[in-house]
């Protein structure tokens, strides 16, 4: 809903560009590779997706990071946006995705994209659940012990 709301204002408050004409693009996320290549456009958000999934379930989910995971998150999220931008847009988020191109009504990516990101994390979460297993302990949830009636004091061992 966010992205939505972003594109609207942006149409609303900049309705025409720096150069006087229409304003031509409401941060859709579109690449080089999206209109001629748009096979390998998804594949790219795809494998970007992966990256970006496995760093926060490794990172944050299962705190191999400890309190660095945030700056690890944060430079994934990066290159992968430096990388990709050119590309594909580098969105890694399908909102990021579906607003602007809602708003621009530009849906003729989307579906792709979409596809790309769903099966680039489940990919993710695919691998670090079979190949690379937390090996944390999983903690067993026990009944607590009854306390004591209101009032009463505990026995002492006199």
């Not at 969105?91 to 849906?107: D, H, K, V, Y």
């Amino acid at each position: 809903m966010g992205a939505i709301i972003a594109a609207l204002v942006l149409k609303v408050l900049i309705p025409v560009g720096l150069n006087g004409a229409a304003l031509t693009s409401l941060g859709e996320t579109t690449g080089s590779l999206t209109t001629n290549y748009p096979l390998q456009a998804y594949l790219f958000e795809a494998i970007f997706t992966f990256f970006l999934a496995s760093v926060v379930m490794q990172a944050a989910v299962f705190k191999r990071a400890g309190n660095v995971a945030g700056v690890g998150i944060g430079v994934t999220l990066a290159a992968c946006i430096l990388f990709g931008g050119p590309l594909t847009g580098g969105s890694l988020n399908p909102a990021r995705t579906l607003g602007p191109a809602l708003i621009a009504g530009n849906l003729s990516y989307v579906p792709g994209y979409l596809l790309a990101m769903f099966a680039g994390g489940a990919l993710a979460g695919l691998v670090q659940n079979f190949i690379f297993e937390s090996h944390q302990p999983t903690v067993e949830l026990t009944a607590r012990p009854p306390r004591p009636p209101s009032g009463s004091r505990p026995k002492s061992g006199r």
